[in-house]
Nanobody, 119 residues
């Protein structure tokens, strides 16, 4: 499993960023894909999950209504559109992949992409 994140950067509060995750080395369409983040001094937080059929994605309460996750199984990519960014969204963002029944705690992740939101 290889996952490569991109698209992070520095943005002002209220701004937008679009993160991308490029996957390879596994049958992408069989996996659930999540974006997880880790802020300085805090644990991992799963912020969004897209399932194999793209229906009813999961969003953490902290990002509901502001973030949108999507996937393109033909290109083995997942994106996270982040709008109305807040300072508390500052974190290292990773994408992670599991099969149904797997554990996000043990999911392989990429190297991450840094998102910094200035207030």
């Amino acid at each position: 499993v290889q996952l490569v994140e991109s698209g992070g950067g520095l943005v002002q509060a209220g701004g937008s960023l679009r993160l991308s995750c490029a996957a390879s080395g596994f049958t992408f369409s069989r996996y659930y894909i999540s974006w997880v983040r880790q802020a300085p001094g805090k644990g991992l937080e799963r912020v969004a999950t897209v399932y194999r059929d793209c229906r009813n994605p999961y969003y953490a309460d902290s990002v509901e209504g502001r973030f949108t996750i999507s996937r393109d199984n033909s290109k083995n990519t997942v994106t996270l559109q982040m709008n109305s960014l807040k300072a508390e969204d500052t974190a290292l963002y990773y994408c992670a992949a599991i099969l149904a029944g797997g554990s996000w705690d043990l999911a392989p992740r990429g190297q991450g992409t840094q998102v910094t939101v200035s207030s």
